[in-house]
């Protein structure tokens, strides 16, 4: 034993290690299918994509303003405007030393122009346009394959297809591409205290709070979300629902169940079907995960602490996922921060706290928490933009040290 891991409690596995280990036994699953670029919204690439065209295809304007010949052109000189350059509606003629032409932006350069002057900088008077500053030559334009060369890799495969992907895709002019078929995720809960919402809560019953979430993290990653609903504490029910999630899904993923409690059986049954990979982990909140497999399906099991759930999610289903589903991730950028409040923290879990991360008058990263960090209360969570990494052999948190945090922010949750 490492004396890093001799900082976490006895029998909990290490974040980092269980989380390695779980994307080593992942492999991606699905195939790839060619969709039109109106359906590419979400999903990840299959293939690297190469640019068809150099982007731009032609020298032009960055600039409202006037094109000429830049050699031997001295500012304040005045320059014959002879016509003008639309965005496409070209000049077609050729300007000759001492002329101009009118031109906005993305309007391609006339034979004989290699400057453009802005229009705030000129001034015109009985087609005569004065350079009032100076200039270099070549300034306000745009290059051929200035920002991408035809050939060059664009994106790699396993890129997820956002709004900003999908501009660039369409600005290489292509219709169609090969992309991976969206993972088929089965989703339940357990427990006899659970309700749907709309439902009359008996006494000691919830609200089934951790589902509905859930679905909507795994439909803002792309997932299919085949829902079996809420399940009954009873070994049976969830024995038939799990072997029947494993036929008809890519994976698995569950709430409730996985604690050491008399009704908790999503450990047992997982055991008697399938495998478990690893269980109890050495982070707050979500000390009791499952991952394994049901025949060659994964199986992820979530605690049923709705904060607890929400944060092993992002932490460990959300990467598995992104493996099954060809997807590569960027590697999370960890901020720095000053508390700007004292958290409570014992050493020997590695601990996620939520927190509001703010810019101080100095420019600086500052922190608090968002409240109550019960696994329980999840309005501290949805109130929260960061989620706080606080060590696991790190003990209280003073105001004014710095600590570690990730962004929340603007993700699927």
């Known amino acids: 034993m490492s004396s890093r891991d001799a900082c976490y409690q006895s029998g909990l596995r290490p974040y980092t290690d269980a989380k390695q280990d779980m994307l080593h036994q992942l492999n991606t699953l699905v195939k790839s299918e060619l969709v039109s670029l109106d359906k590419l919204l979400n999903r990840v690439l299959a293939d690297d994509i190469r640019s068809p065209i150099d982007v731009p295809s032609f020298t032009n304007s960055a600039m409202d303003g006037y094109a000429f010949s830049g050699e031997g052109v001295k500012a304040n000189a005045p320059l014959t405007l002879i016509g003008k350059s639309l965005a496409g509606q070209p000049f077609t003629g050729r300007v000759n030393a001492g002329e101009c032409v009118r031109i906005m932006t993305g309007a391609a350069l006339p034979l004989g122009t290699d400057t453009v002057m802005m229009q705030e900088k000129c001034r015109v008077q009985d087609q005569q346009v004065h350079l009032e500053g100076d200039f270099t030559l070549g300034q306000n334009v745009r290059y051929p394959a200035e920002d991408l060369a035809q050939g060059q890799r664009v994106f790699p495969a396993g890129t997820r297809v956002n709004a900003r992907v999908l501009s660039v895709l369409s600005s290489l002019g292509l219709t169609e591409l090969y992309v991976y078929r969206p993972l088929k995720v089965a989703l339940l809960s357990t427990g006899d205290e659970l309700r749907s919402p709309g439902e009359i809560l008996r006494p000691g019953d919830i609200y089934d709070s951790n589902r509905i979430g859930l679905h909507a993290m795994l439909a803002r990653l792309g997932c299919t979300v085949i829902d079996y609903g809420i399940i009954k504490d009873d070994p049976e029910l969830i024995k038939d629902a799990f072997l029947k999630a494993a036929d008809e899904a890519d994976a698995i993923v569950t709430s409730g169940g996985v604690s050491v409690g008399d009704a908790d059986y999503t450990k047992q049954i997982l055991e008697e079907v399938g495998e478990i990979g690893f269980w109890k982990l050495a982070i707050k909140p979500g000390k009791p995960f499952a991952f394994g497999h049901i025949e060659q399906c ?116």
């Open 298 to 413: 994964p199986f992820f099991g979530l605690p049923g602490n709705p904060v607890s759930a929400a944060v092993t999610f992002h932490l460990l289903v959300r990467p598995a996922l992104a493996k099954l589903s060809g997807e590569v991730l960027a590697k999370t950028p960890i901020l720095q921060a000053r508390a700007l409040m004292p958290f409570k923290k014992s050493p020997g879990r590695m601990d996620f706290q939520r927190g509001v991360v703010i810019t101080q008058a100095d420019g600086s990263l500052g922190v608090m928490a968002t409240g109550s960090q019960s696994s329980g209360v999840f309005s501290a969570l949805a109130e929260a933009n960061c989620l706080l990494r606080l060590e696991a052999e790190r003990g209280n948190v003073e105001q004014g040290e710095l600590v570690s945090l990730e962004l929340i922010d603007g993700l699927y949750w």
